[in-house]
């Protein structure tokens, strides 16, 4: 059974910076394709980020895109998300998953972490 943990979310006043980690156990994280996904109070949950398997390729949603990074460290099977330049708006519970087929990452993702709450304070 995969597990997936988050960590590293808190409080952070806007213009700062955060790094969320998620480990994930049970099997070896380069067997997946990872991503980030946020929900903020009251909304659905959206997406954030994803990575391919070697780690060359990335995605973001326009609404982090140039503040935000994820990597990939598969010899310590965690995955990243370097966030700059933080807003109020990025306010949200922080969720990674896992998924071995790209196209059911960003929708349905098979594993999915329990969240970390980033609040951005103006």
């Known amino acids: 059974q995969v597990q997936l943990v988050e960590s590293g979310g808190g409080l952070v006043q806007a213009g700062g910076s955060l790094r969320l980690s998620c480990t994930v156990s049970?099997?070896?994280?380069?067997?997946?394709?990872m991503a980030w996904f946020r929900q903020a109070p009251g909304k659905e949950r959206e997406f954030v980020s994803a990575?391919?398997?070697?780690?060359?390729?990335?995605l973001y949603a326009d609404s982090v895109k140039g503040r935000f990074t994820v990597s990939r460290d598969d010899a310590k099977n965690t995955l990243y998300l370097s966030m700059n330049s933080l807003k109020p708006e990025d306010t949200a519970v922080y969720y990674c998953?896992?998924?071995?087929?790209?196209?059911?990452?960003?929708?349905?993702?098979?594993?999915w972490g329990q969240g970390t709450q980033v609040t951005v304070s103006s």
């Open positions: 998953a896992a998924d071995n087929e790209l196209n059911r990452l960003r929708a349905t993702p098979d594993y």
């Open positions: 990575i391919t398997w070697s780690g060359r390729d990335t």
């Open positions: 049970g099997r070896t994280m380069s067997t997946y394709a």
